[in-house]
């Protein structure tokens, strides 16, 4: 049989291929060439037609790659390899549009977060400060949210830990199952409703006053689930023949868990607590709810209000004048900064203690 | 509808393991190729070189040529998509889609290259089902799931949705190693018949399987772990069970290695 | 599960050299040591308190709300008022949620629609489209982009992203205003479209991250399968991921959709609290659940407060809900392929 006279397999070319196999195709370099025109022209067209909005050119510009790349391949490549085509650049659009934000955010906090940041607001507080005077600074929030946090890890990390230990080493039955549907479920609590429900039963209902520790207890709420569910994944990571080689010594099942189980998953299970810390400190809401706030320094998280640092930069943006607003970025800075820290430093030690599994 | 393969000077690697080594060979249309060797010889992968899945996996890259009655499948210009299209493959485990049911399975290759009439797709399912020797046992369930299915009958459908397309070429990458032995039967029963229209290349370990089913049988081998494997001899595969030309082919054909 | 002392024993010989199966099954469950049964009980203990937290939080909820319920002379459910201090009405409470069920679920809903095709794509570059080395620093990225904290977000939107949207709510005004839902009037976009906006971008982590794993558990036989029948990578994907996927992306939808309905300080900080029902998401105004709490919280005296945690008590049982279904969805899932594989 001659090459000749095998229908053609591509889609609708209808141009003379030189053998069956070959289709048509675009350039390699021509999604690099259509992305940078389309940037080109929709930042001609943004110019030109006076569109403020660099959102609006960045749109202009997806619609233009997507387009010219869906047209180009659909006169050159045939409509399967132009759908192909088009799924690939939209999942490109979509790529970097969660990119952007993420720039965006990292850029515009260290931008206006740096106009006032520096040691002085790191060690001074609000206290003789009007709001829309500048000056000023954090110190008050900081320890505030310091204490809160620690507090809060005081309570979760125990019960969190422990309860991930009797899911793994222990659990069974249905108390198990109803504890790991709950995990799950807790998981999705918001964190405002955390804030209700100590304010409910504690200020409400016990009659004690907005504390440092009221927050403390409501964050904690939040951290149990996040700590369970990390610690669980890392204890299933240690093989079984650790456990049972351990067993088989002689060694009863508490001192396995104490002196091989957890040893050997302290790493995975540190980085899980500094994660969920992270995510916690950054919460506002319950913080709002129960804390309060004072821009004075107060050191006993047991006694009367507290700064917080989340807490500071809603306030600061609500005060609504430029001052509040150069130090609600600046204290954006610092949580920001603080958080992205524990994060690389959580993930560096998972990293640098991860179980050598084949993984 | 059946195509020759000259391959010449093929070399494949993952990343920078060479994993198989300057393979030259002919495969004749309409006929049964097989190819044979010790566990990690490179015949799968050699394999899935003929129909471009071997740059699927990571790290995968091909040198050499490999001509379909004379075009390059590794030419500039030749999209892999069509290569596929036009060499068909079966694998080693049965993998009809499972969300489809079976009418879709055999259906979705030509649902891809554009739009059929209704009563057209059923001809061509019906046939590419009566071809896979399945249509008696389905045909009162095709809107049923494929993973309904037993294992050989799986495989039979892959089969089915693997010949409706119309390749020139069916890989088959031991197809029969996940079967039982009836269902086993039934394959290389249909495989003797599929050769009539098509130019079919199947890997196997079995060897008596190769001496029933092939026309020609490959033999490949390592010289050691770690080595690339190479194409020891090609023959009638009459001649490599009874009086092979090499050696090392004739130690494994009797079972002193391998 | 695949807990250890769960397994049945089997008969290797480092089981063999422990004591008897039958010790070893009372050590796990009764314990007979001390050590054994303290740490047993400690461990237990905790999983118990985490329930009674849950039962807790929905018990001392309930009951504060029906406090401020028995005295509201609105309709909780239908009352577009909220004014529990009863300012308007000679001090007789006055409050209801609905316009913070209207304006919550738009809200959510404006999220999800954006963020799941997004996070669909994200996840789907990851998986099958990125480069492999570029793979591992996208995933960290969108780490990252969780960890953001929402008051950080919340600042960001309102300063940096709010007074940009206006020349984009001009257009959908110009090209879709007669449609009703997208008039703008102009003036600060601080509306639900905005809140909507900023949320998608806060949920697209999640999502992202449950549709990725879901995405890389394909078996590679099934892409091959498309594959091999000449299927471009866009059809592999359509024939055989997207309809493996399809309940990993639902699960991971209602995920982000149950992180949506609970934000909280973003929304308090982006969106103008207005409390009024309105057609046009593009205008100032509206509130949510949350939002409407963080709000009003400040000026509420006792009772205001209790008419609050009753707002809130709803939003735990949708958000409740919400989460329920995807974890069920996700366990179920688990089953299944577990019964494939």
């Known amino acids: 049989m001659s090459t000749t006279t095998i229908k053609p397999s591509g889609g609708p070319g209808g141009?003379?291929?030189?053998?069956?196999?070959?289709g048509a195709q675009l350039p390699r370099w021509s999604p690099y060439v259509i992305a940078l025109g389309s940037l080109a022209v929709g930042c001609g067209i943004g110019l030109a037609a006076g569109l403020d909005s660099r959102i609006q050119w960045g749109l202009i510009a997806a619609v233009l790659f997507i387009g010219v790349s869906y047209?180009?391949?659909?006169?050159?490549e045939g409509g399967r390899q132009a759908k192909d085509r088009l799924a690939t650049s939209l999942v490109w659009v979509t790529f970097l549009m969660a990119v952007v934000p993420l720039a965006s955010l990292v850029y515009e906090t260290v931008k206006r977060g740096s106009e006032v940041f520096s040691g002085y607001f790191l060690t001074h507080s609000m206290g003789v400060v009007a709001d829309d005077e500048p000056g000023g600074g954090v110190y008050h929030a900081i320890i505030g949210t310091l204490q809160q946090v620690g507090l809060a890890s005081l309570i979760a990390v125990p019960i969190g830990v422990l309860t991930a230990i009797y899911l793994v080493e222990y659990g069974r039955g249905k108390l198990a199952k109803a504890v790991t549907f709950f995990v799950d479920v807790m998981t999705g609590i918001p964190s405002i409703?955390?804030?209700?429900?100590?304010l409910s039963f504690w200020i409400l209902i016990l009659r004690f006053d907005f504390s440092g520790w009221a927050g403390a207890m409501a964050l904690s709420i939040l951290m149990m689930p996040?700590?369970?569910?990390?610690?669980e994944e890392m204890l299933k990571l240690v093989p079984n023949e650790l456990r049972e080689a351990s067993l088989a010594l002689g060694v009863p099942k508490w001192r396995t868990i104490l002196k091989v189980v957890l040893p050997t998953a302290i790493g995975g299970i540190t980085t899980g607590?500094?994660?969920?810390?992270a995510r916690i400190a950054g919460e506002t809401a319950p913080v709002l709810l129960l804390v309060f706030t004072t821009p004075l320094i107060n050191t006993n998280p047991f006694d009367g209000a507290q700064g917080s640092l989340p807490l500071y930069i809603y306030q600061q943006y609500q005060s609504g004048n430029q001052a509040g607003y150069d130090r609600a970025w600046a204290a954006a800075l610092a949580l920001i900064a603080f958080i992205m820290i524990l994060n690389l430093v959580a993930r560096g030690i998972a990293h640098w203690k991860a179980p050598k599994t084949g993984r | 509808m059946a195509k020759r393969i000259d391959v010449s000077g093929l070399n494949a690697y993952y990343g920078s393991h060479k994993a198989i080594e300057d393979i030259s060979m002919t495969v004749e249309p309409r006929s049964v190729t097989a190819f044979i060797g010790p566990s990690g010889c490179g015949k799968s992968t050699y394999l899935r070189t003929l129909n471009r899945m071997h740059e699927v996996t990571p790290g995968g890259r091909v040198d050499g040529k490999v001509l379909l009655d004379g075009d390059d499948l590794y030419g500039s210009g030749v999209d892999p998509v069509n290569v596929r299209r036009t060499i068909g493959m079966v694998f080693q485990r049965p993998n009809p889609f499972p969300t489809m049911s079976i009418y879709d399975n055999v259906a979705a290759g030509l649902r891809l290259n554009g739009s059929y009439k209704k009563s057209e797709l059923s001809d061509v399912v019906e046939k590419s089902l009566r071809g896979a020797n399945l249509w008696n046992e389905v045909k009162d369930r095709?809107?049923?799931?494929?993973?309904?299915?037993?294992g050989g009958q799986q495989q039979r459908l892959c089969i089915a949705r693997a010949i409706a397309v119309e390749p020139q070429v069916l890989l088959m990458d031991e197809p029969c190693s996940a079967l039982d032995p009836i269902s086993t039967l039934a394959i290389e029963d249909l495989i003797g018949e599929l050769k009539e229209r098509f130019t079919i290349v199947i890997v196997t370990h079995n060897m008596q399987q190769a001496a029933r089913v092939s026309d020609r049988t490959a033999f490949f081998n390592l010289s050691a772990v770690g080595q690339p494997g190479k194409l020891i001899e090609l023959d009638d595969t009459e001649r490599i069970f009874s009086n092979p030309s090499v050696q090392a082919t004739e130690d494994y054909i009797s079972g002193r290695f391998g | 599960m695949d807990i250890p002392t769960d397994t049945p024993p089997k008969p290797s010989p480092v089981r063999d050299s422990t004591p008897s199966t039958a010790e070893q099954k009372?050590?796990?469950?009764?314990?007979?040591?001390?050590?054994d049964r303290i740490f047993l009980g400690l461990s237990r203990g905790s999983g118990i308190a985490l329930l009674a937290v849950m039962a807790a939080v929905a018990a001392f909820l309930a009951y504060r709300a029906s406090v401020a319920l028995s005295d509201n002379t609105g309709n909780f459910l239908t009352t577009f008022e909220w004014d529990p201090a009863g300012?308007?009405?000679?001090?007789?409470?006055?409050?209801?949620?609905?316009?913070l069920v209207f304006g919550t679920i738009v809200s959510s809903i404006i999220a999800l629609v954006i963020a799941v095709p997004v996070a669909i794509g994200i996840a789907l570059f990851i998986s099958h489209y990125a480069p492999r080395k570029l793979a591992t620093p996208i995933s960290f990225v969108i780490d990252l982009l969780a960890a953001v904290p929402s008051i950080v977000y919340g600042l960001w939107g309102a300063i940096v992203v709010a007074p940009n949207l206006t020349g984009l709510y001009g257009w959908l005004d110009d090209y879709f205003g007669w449609t009703g839902i997208f008039s703008y009037e102009g003036g600060a976009p601080r509306s639900l479209m905005t809140v909507g906006i900023l949320l998608a971008v806060m949920i697209l982590p999640i999502i992202t991250n449950v549709s990725r794993e879901v995405f890389l558990q394909v078996p590679k036989m099934h892409e091959e399968a498309a594959l091999a029948l000449g299927a471009t990578r866009w059809e592999v994907i359509r024939m055989s991921v997207l309809p493996f996927g399809r309940s990993g992306i639902i699960s991971a939808s209602m995920l982000g959709l149950g992180r949506a309905l609970g934000e909280t300080i973003a929304v308090a900080t982006v969106l103008s609290p207005t409390f009024l029902i309105q057609a046009s998401v593009l205008d100032y105004g509206g509130g949510t659940f949350a939002q409407n709490i963080a709000s009003k919280f400040g000026e509420a005296d006792e009772y205001g407060q209790d008419a609050l945690i009753a707002s809130g008590l709803v939003l735990f049982v949708i958000t409740l809900l919400v989460n329920g279904a995807a974890r069920l969805i996700i366990a179920r899932r688990k089953e299944y392929s577990g019964a494939n594989a």
């Open chain 3, 87 to 99: 300012l308007s009405t000679d001090g007789k409470p006055y409050f209801g949620i609905a316009v």
């Open chain 1, 15 to 22: 141009k003379p291929a030189r053998s069956a196999l070959q």
């Open chain 2, 142 to 150: 095709l809107n049923k799931p494929g993973s309904g299915l037993s």
């Open chain 1, 71 to 76: 047209a180009l391949a659909t006169t050159v």
């Open chain 1, 273 to 277: 607590i500094m994660l969920a810390v």
């Open chain 1, 193 to 198: 409703v955390a804030g209700l429900f100590v």
């Open chain 1, 226 to 231: 996040v700590v369970v569910r990390s610690t």
């Open chain 3, 26 to 35: 009372r050590n796990a469950r009764g314990a007979t040591r001390p050590g």
